[in-house]
């Protein structure tokens, strides 16, 4: 259905307040509607460790999950998936597209 992406700090799954802020549109329109289901995809950039950046995609894309559902989002509307730095949004090796590249995407999809 649509498609938003939600940006972090370097080696951080602390949510930004712009980021709060994407994410409460979210779960404001899941309470409205909810005839869709959220799929999450944590990211990161290619600096660190394979091992350490699963994890902390993994950790990016619960803590999305826990704030949607902490704003009345059910966890059975939510799927977290976590891919490490194996999906660049960017593939270039700079500052710029490793901002890009931290980042949860917040897939709505069809029920």
Known sequence: VSERTVLFATDSDRLSRSTRRILEGIARDYRKHRNFRIVLGGHTDERGEA??????????????????????????????????????????????AWARNRRVTVWLANQ
């Not at 059910?74 to 194996?86: H, K, L, N, V």
């Open 51 to 96: 091992d350490y950046n699963m994890d902390l995609s993994r950790r990016r894309s619960l803590m999305v999950a826990r704030y949607l559902g902490s704003r009345g989002v059910p966890r059975r509307a939510i799927e977290s998936r976590y891919f490490g730095e194996t999906y660049p949004e960017n593939p270039q090796s700079n500052q710029q």
